[in-house]
């Protein structure tokens, strides 16, 4: 049994780490009231906007739009949204996790070619593909110390005027999809061309009949690249709510393990420290006994 100076020394530590790990979720629990109530905000537009392309593009060509064209996916650009910081559970390693499943089963080929480039949204991913010698384009660490529309923007520039100038055939997005603070899944969708959800026949016979000004061509035009652009705003935005209520999770269970560990270590002590004082009185009794005797 490990002496007292030495339990002492570890309830002591492990009374620290259980104050941090609880100043941390705190911490978390007011950042995630906020990013929960960006994204909240912001679902129901991207939804509506999405819905409303979708009917505007039903009668449209797939070439009324460059972001529209099929092309062979010879060259692939993955966008992974992960964190700027650890702490968070499994949720950086998930992420990266899936990101490489569907470079594995999709393009292998490009892969194995290099031909397969990462834009990494947050430093874990970056430091991860980085290291693994993957072409890592670009450095978006900071975006999430000023998160809002126009910095997320820049990014998605950069990706649509890559896909137009055939740097990229095709572009897949990976980001931790927020649900609930406990309640967080992974999504991996295709951002550029832009997927058709549905069939041309199901949009007609659900299209609105919309007033356009000046054409439907132009409008549509206008609408596809700001679409873009709020999906990946969307997807920054569940990624960073989920990183809050990942890691507030995760503090609370860390919390909660120290305060198990804490018991047992103040139960540890409190024997050794009886065995002590058993030993003492021992040898106490023993002293007077051979006292007496003599």
Do not use: W
């Not at 941390?24 to 990013?35: E, G, I, P, Q, Y």
């Not at 909240?40 to 449209?60: F, I």
């Not at 603070?181 to 026949?201: G, I």
């Not at 018991?263 to 106490?284: C, F, G, W």
Request: proline share 3%; aromatic share 6%.
């Amino acid at each position: 049994m490990a002496n007292l100076k030495e339990v002492r020394n570890r309830i002591a530590s492990v009374n620290s780490t259980q104050q941090i790990t609880k100043a941390m979720k705190m911490v978390s629990a007011a950042k995630l009231k906020r990013a929960t109530n960006a994204i909240l905000q912001l679902r129901p537009y991207a939804t509506e906007l999405q819905e409303m392309l979708s009917n505007l593009s039903a009668s449209l060509e797939d070439g009324s739009s460059p972001f529209l064209q099929e092309r062979e996916p010879v060259r692939v650009l993955v966008v992974v949204v992960t964190s700027n910081r650890g702490l968070a559970g499994a949720f950086n390693a998930n992420a990266i996790k899936t990101a490489n499943n569907l470079i594995a089963e999709k393009y292998p080929e490009q892969l194995k070619a290099g031909k397969v480039s990462i834009v990494a949204i947050g430093k874990k991913g970056q430091e991860f593909y980085q290291r693994r010698g993957y072409n890592v384009i670009g450095n978006n660490n900071e975006i999430f110390s000023n998160l809002n529309f126009v910095e997320v923007s820049k990014i998605t520039d950069s990706i649509m005027q890559g896909f137009l100038d055939g740097k990229y055939d095709r572009v897949e997005l990976v980001y931790n999809h927020f649900k609930n603070a406990a309640l967080q899944f992974l999504v991996a969708e295709q951002l550029l061309p832009v997927p058709k959800t549905e069939t041309k026949a199901e949009v007609k016979a659900a299209q609105v009949d919309y007033i356009l000004e000046p054409s439907q061509e132009e409008i549509v035009a206008q609408l596809i690249p700001k679409n873009i652009k709020i999906q990946l705003y969307r997807a920054v935005l569940d990624s960073n709510a989920s990183e809050h209520g990942a890691r507030m999770t995760a503090m609370d269970k860390a919390t909660d393990n120290a305060g198990e560990l804490l018991r047992s270590l103040k139960l540890s002590y409190n024997q050794a420290r009886q065995a002590a004082i058993t030993t003492e009185l021992t040898e106490i009794v023993s002293g007077a006994a051979a006292l007496s005797n003599g």
